[in-house]
C-alpha cells in the first residue's frame, strides 16, 4: 500500500501517490474549485442580507467577507470526501498533507477520525505550484 501527498489551497488540490517516503512521486489526481477563483461581487446577490433581532433591531449580514470561505469549506469538503474514499479503498495508508494554511484548518475540520488517523505529518505551506522537488523536500 502507497502514501498519498495532498498538495492543496482553496482552488487547487494535487493529490500524488509514492510506494515509500524516498520512493518516486506520481500525481494521480488533480482537483480544482474555479468558484473559489472569483471575485465576491460574483458569488453574492447585489444587496447584503439583513436580519431583524427583535431585541436589539436589525443588523445586516457580511456576505462578502463570507461567500469566498463558503467556497473553500466546500472544496475542502469535496477533497476530504476524496481522501475517505481512498482510505476507504485501501489505496494508502499513509496521507501526507501540505496545504495553504487556513485551507489546512478547514481540512481538519472536514476530516472524520478515520482519515485523521492516517496522517503523517502535515505542513501549512501553499505549494500548489511547485514541482516535484520542492513538495518532496518538504517530506524530508
Given at each position: ?49 439583513h436580519?431583524?433581532?427583535g ?7 457580511d ?51 478515520p ?26
Amino acid at each position: 500500500m502507497s502514501n498519498w501527498i495532498v498538495v492543496a489551497n482553496a482552488t487547487r488540490a494535487r493529490i500524488f501517490e509514492a510506494s515509500a517516503s524516498d520512493s518516486e512521486m506520481r500525481e494521480i489526481e488533480t482537483l480544482v474549485h474555479p468558484e473559489s477563483r472569483q471575485h465576491e461581487g460574483d458569488l453574492i446577490s447585489d444587496h447584503a442580507g439583513h436580519v431583524y433581532n427583535g431585541t436589539t433591531g436589525g443588523h445586516s449580514i457580511d456576505r462578502l467577507h463570507t461567500a469566498k470561505q463558503q467556497e473553500a469549506d466546500e472544496f475542502a469538503r469535496n477533497l476530504c470526501d476524496t481522501l475517505e474514499h481512498g482510505r476507504n479503498s485501501g489505496r494508502f495508508h499513509k496521507l501526507y498533507l501540505i496545504a495553504a494554511p487556513q485551507f489546512l484548518g478547514l481540512l481538519r475540520k472536514h476530516m472524520g477520525k478515520p482519515l485523521q488517523d492516517t496522517v503523517g505529518h502535515e505542513f501549512a505551506k501553499d505549494l500548489t505550484m511547485a514541482g516535484e522537488a520542492q513538495i518532496r523536500s518538504m517530506m524530508r
